[in-house]
């Protein structure tokens, strides 16, 4: 079974630009979990999505965003990008919502914002 | 609010011996705790998960934890580290529910000695 897939793996933008990031679940997972990881900050949940709706939400301002489609696929946006979005973004996948099933984690999309 | 605390940011280990990473949570109910291992350019892997139950939880790899909820710890134990160990540590909380999503510590870097 594939694990989770996250593209770009790489990404470097300008200031005031907007990025979408995009993250494919292991096949049958109807979440996905979305997290930043920065060396100042460590790892910060953003969002969770099942079944297409946003469960929860992190402490991040309005331009982070994200959805999920029909066949579980997810994609965040940040818009008007500051210097302090440059992190690693995580992607995880699970069966269940919440915590109870095992998240299973993408490589990331290293973001950098110059 | 729940939080996670791993007081060691650095641990030097010589291969063949002993391994304890701390980890102290704080959460006003039951937690949900996860170990997961990061290495260079890669996700996260889980370890090991407690939910409930017997409060000494086997892994992956050889790694065992310890709930000590009169502690409010749960560290992660290895009788005999190899040099395939070294890499990011983080221990996380979690409500279960999913509200907030996984909290996690700041991570502990384990170094592996020859």
């Known amino acids: 079974k594939a694990g989770v897939t996250q593209t770009p793996r790489y990404l470097i933008k300008t200031r005031g630009q907007q990025v979408t990031l995009s993250c494919s679940p292991i096949?049958?997972?109807?979440?996905v979990s979305w997290y930043q990881q920065t060396p100042g900050q460590g790892l910060q949940f953003l969002f969770e999505?099942?079944?297409?709706?946003?469960?929860n939400k992190g402490n991040f301002p309005g331009r982070f965003s994200g959805r999920q489609f029909s066949n579980s696929r997810s994609e965040m946006n940040v818009s008007t990008l500051e210097l302090g979005d440059s992190a690693l973004y995580l992607c995880?996948?699970?069966?269940?919502?919440?915590?109870?099933?095992?998240?299973?984690f993408g490589p990331g999309t290293r973001l950098t914002v110059l | 609010a729940q939080s996670v605390t791993q007081p060691d940011i650095h641990i030097t280990v010589s291969e063949g011996a002993s391994l304890e990473l701390r980890c102290n949570y704080s959460?006003?109910?039951?937690?949900?705790l996860f170990w997961y291992v990061q290495s260079p350019g890669q996700g996260l892997q889980l370890l090991l998960k407690?939910?409930?139950?017997?409060?000494l939880v086997q892994g992956i790899k050889g790694f065992e934890a310890e709930f000590k909820r009169s502690q409010s710890s749960f560290n992660l134990r290895k009788p005999s580290v190899h040099w395939s160990d070294a890499a990011e540590y983080f221990c996380?909380?979690?409500?279960?529910?999913?509200?907030?999503?996984?909290?996690f510590g700041k991570g502990t870097h384990l170094i592996i000695q020859p």
């Open positions: 995880a996948s699970s069966f269940q919502a919440g915590q109870q099933g095992e998240q299973f």
């Open positions: 096949s049958g997972h109807r979440s």
């Open positions: 999505y099942f079944s297409e709706t946003q469960r």
């Open positions: 959460y006003g109910a039951t937690p949900y």
């Open positions: 407690y939910f409930s139950g017997d409060t």
């Open positions: 996380a909380v979690g409500s279960g529910g999913g509200a907030d999503g996984l909290t």
